[in-house]
């Protein structure tokens, strides 16, 4: 285990910055998230970590070491990656044990890690086989199996779920979970996906264009959004922007006045998440037409469009694969029958809004 240290490294080809000044203090045992759409350099800063890529500048230091220019082998961390990267040739017990073998690593050595790595990931009846006789899930296991024997002071992480189904991803990510709590090893996981990131990071950082948008737990990034980035990619389904204006700490939202922080004067983005909408009256209410009903079962996706004076600007997408336009979305739990064209009594707290400068994109307190 290590506290790793991450200072101002940047990456650069010729005119290009994938990364910008990035900085970053991971406790001894943390589980640290990162997060942003492709492209933003998440997967980039994992591999300086790893000694995988050169930094343009900056500095890593790993256990109070100064690794930044140090080859991957002298690091002392493991690696997952996304494609399990496994012998075809090998058994399962010979890829777990591959890394230490070419380390020159006693025989009894291996042999008792890797039972020890088999027992922890439940893999015990399959060290005989080979991988092409495994399942997507026990490769991935076995991936995490050669990773757990070396002992590594940390673990970096790349993507280590995204060629499996969406139920095995769900059972993985337990696993995962799981195996962090009982080894306590420092760990790095980077992924597209913020499901995946609020459900397993002691702490989430978000990305894009190669810079920092937010680094905070899953709950505090989920209910104060440094900015609307932050706010758009948090959350599924994405939460919903409205313009406004505001004056005197009010404001005017589905024809109703609402208060808005002191902070907040003239023109304003308004964020309301969908789980905060509810069906009935309420503090305040509003009626609304749905244009689309997606039935979930005890919950229910209510869409439907914006006032004309709240329609957000076009440029404005809840996140980047967003095309709602001016279309929000309600998540309605044990709503009972609700039709498409047929009015529907709607409301929400206003005290769950979240307010944010259009001009800047950050939230306004």
């Not at 914006?306 to 440029?315: E, I, Q, T």
Request: proline share 6%; hydrophobic share 40%; with cysteine.
């Amino acid at each position: 285990m290590a506290r790793i240290v991450i200072d101002q490294v940047r990456k650069s080809y010729g005119a290009l910055h994938v990364l910008k000044d990035f900085s970053l203090d991971i406790a001894d045992g943390e589980f640290v998230v990162l997060v942003g759409p492709s492209g933003c350099g998440k997967s980039t800063m994992l591999k300086i970590l790893a000694g995988l890529e050169e930094a343009s500048g900056g500095t890593i230091r790993i256990g109070g070491r100064d690794v930044t220019d140090l080859a991957p082998g002298d690091r002392d961390i493991a690696m997952v990656f996304q494609n399990y990267a496994l012998y075809p040739h090998l058994t399962v017990a010979a890829n777990m044990g591959f890394g230490l073998k070419m380390r020159g690593t006693p025989a009894d050595v291996i042999t008792r890690r890797v039972q020890e790595a088999a027992r922890i990931l439940d893999v015990e009846h399959l060290l005989e086989r080979r991988p092409r006789q495994l399942s997507g899930g026990q490769r991935q296991r076995v991936a995490l199996g050669r990773a757990i024997v070396r002992e590594p002071a940390a673990f970096l992480m790349d993507e280590p779920l995204s060629n499996l189904d969406a139920k095995l991803r769900v059972h993985m990510r337990a696993e995962i979970g799981a195996l962090h709590q009982r080894l306590g090893v420092t760990t790095i996981y980077v992924t597209h996906d913020q499901i995946e990131a609020m459900t397993m990071a002691n702490r989430i950082v978000i990305m894009k264009d190669g810079e920092i948008q937010q680094i905070a737990d899953p709950e505090t990034m989920f209910e104060r959004p440094a900015n609307l980035f932050v706010a758009g990619f948090i959350g599924s389904p994405g939460m919903n922007f409205l313009s406004a204006r505001a004056q005197g700490g009010t404001t005017r939202l589905f024809g109703e006045a609402v208060p808005v922080p002191p902070g907040a004067d003239g023109d304003v983005t308004i964020g309301l998440r969908p789980e905060h909408i509810e069906a009935g009256p309420g503090a305040v209410t509003f009626m609304a037409r749905p244009s689309l009903v997606e039935s979930l079962g005890s919950e229910k996706y209510i869409y439907f469009e914006a006032p004309d004076d709240n329609r957000p600007p076009g440029f404005l997408k809840q996140s980047e694969e967003d095309q709602r336009g001016s279309r929000l979305i309600a998540r309605l739990v044990n709503a009972g029958p609700v039709r498409i064209g047929e009015n529907v009594t709607l409301s929400f707290d206003p005290a769950r809004l979240h307010v944010f400068d259009p001009a800047t994109g950050k939230a306004i307190r």
